[in-house]
């Protein structure tokens, strides 16, 4: 039985789905309608404010706890939020800001996909890479789909089950400048934070799915060129054009590597500063989130707290495991080139191929910024500099 042929939006169907959420397309047409390009920008800028509403409220309420030093443990929390939050809206902030460029990635990546002829798509191996893509795509988007509607959704489902003796809170912070305890406004600012979750939430799942998405390519465009350089045979050739065909073919490949790595830089321009603020962020949140559940919580909060945590370190986890596979598929171009048919080429052919391989014993990779080179190794300097945060705040806190 044949299998069913893909295409390029395969891949980027979550992180585009996410993206138009909070009012960026990086696919849009140049001929798009003026209506359209009006509703997006709306969109965009209506849940930026109602998120910066959010995060302004839960500014205030640490501000306040710790200048009154009173409700330390609430506050603890509200900052993990607010580490959250901030980089959610820095990512969207950044798509917008390189909407631009990110078409254009996303467009010429589009150029290079295979076609959909089955035995092309084959050879590249699109169906293995499609089940990665989705794998982490939807397993990613689903962990934090799921986070979020924790926290925004159970203290009002609490709130209804106990009706009418049931206590009103809101999911993430309780200041609002107006006293909205015993009256209406408490359902439209329960509203308002829930959407400013979500809005933060997809700043978060489309830009970091739409990295797994595009890496997911670029690793496949890789491994695709490896193989090719091993199983190509010198071609024979009479004296007039001799070795004239290898070496078209070999600048083809030549042409064909400049682009990929040209896709990293792109990558690494784009998503370069909220992976740095990710990275920053996540640390410190982290070390709240554990020293939250090192001081005791209620069950409901414990397990909202704990998968919190996980979600975080599922999230540092996957950038750094694909930036790994980034490196070993960069590198492994190298090894392809040494296990080519070389023996038979002549002496310019060779020389290209040294410098090939010279080349790709540079490996690339994800950068966040020129501050960190992210790989496999980033994980375990990640989980050591989150430890000593939290053992810091334990510390202070005994203090």
């Not at 489902?157 to 400048?177: D, K, S």
């Not at 992976?275 to 409901?300: D, K, T, W, Y």
Request: charged share 15%.
């Amino acid at each position: 039985m044949s299998e069913s042929v893909v295409i390029f939006k395969d891949f980027m169907r979550l992180a585009l789905f996410f993206y138009k959420t909070i009012g960026i397309d990086p696919c849009e047409p140049n001929d798009i309608s003026g209506a359209v390009k009006f509703w997006h920008y709306f969109n965009f800028l209506l849940n930026l404010g109602n998120l910066n509403f959010g995060i302004i409220c839960e500014i205030v309420y640490v501000v306040r706890a710790f200048k009154n030093n009173e409700h330390f443990i609430e506050a603890i929390m509200m900052l993990s939020c607010m580490g959250y939050s901030l980089v959610g809206e820095c990512k969207m902030i950044s798509g917008w800001r390189q909407k631009t460029k990110l078409s254009e990635l996303v467009q010429q990546l589009e150029n290079m996909f295979p076609s959909q002829q089955q035995e092309h798509q084959r050879h590249y191996k699109v169906h293995r890479y499609l089940r990665l893509c989705r794998l982490v795509t939807r397993g990613f988007s689903g962990m934090y789909v799921l986070l979020i509607a924790t926290y925004s959704l159970g203290g009002i489902i609490i709130y209804f089950v106990l009706w009418p003796n049931g206590e009103r809170t809101l999911p993430y912070t309780p200041y609002a400048p107006w006293d909205w305890h015993d009256n209406w406004t408490f359902y439209p600012l329960y509203v308002s934070q829930a959407i400013a979750g979500f809005t933060a939430t997809s700043g978060h799942i489309s830009s970091d799915v739409m990295i797994y998405a595009v890496l997911t390519q670029v690793i496949m465009h890789f491994d695709y060129l490896a193989t090719s350089f091993e199983s190509y045979t010198i071609q024979a050739v009479d004296l007039k054009d001799r070795h004239s065909k290898n070496m078209q073919e070999l600048q083809a490949k030549i042409i064909y590597h400049n682009k990929l790595l040209d896709f990293v830089d792109a990558i690494n321009v784009i998503f370069g500063v909220p992976l740095l603020l990710n990275f920053f962020a996540s640390s410190v949140g982290i070390c709240f989130l554990g020293f939250q559940m090192s001081i005791g919580l209620s069950p409901e909060m414990g397990i909202k707290v704990a998968f919190f945590l996980a979600s975080s370190l599922v999230q540092i986890y996957l950038i750094c495991y694909f930036s790994q596979l980034l490196i070993d598929a960069s590198a492994n171009i190298s090894t392809a080139v040494y296990n080519a048919d070389w023996s038979g080429a002549d002496v310019r052919y060779r020389k290209m191929l040294i410098l090939i391989a010279q080349r790709a014993q540079r490996p690339v990779n994800l950068k966040a910024t020129i501050f960190l080179d992210v790989s496999m190794w980033t994980m375990t300097e990640f989980v050591q500099m989150s430890y000593k945060f939290f053992a810091l705040l334990r510390t202070l806190y005994r203090i």
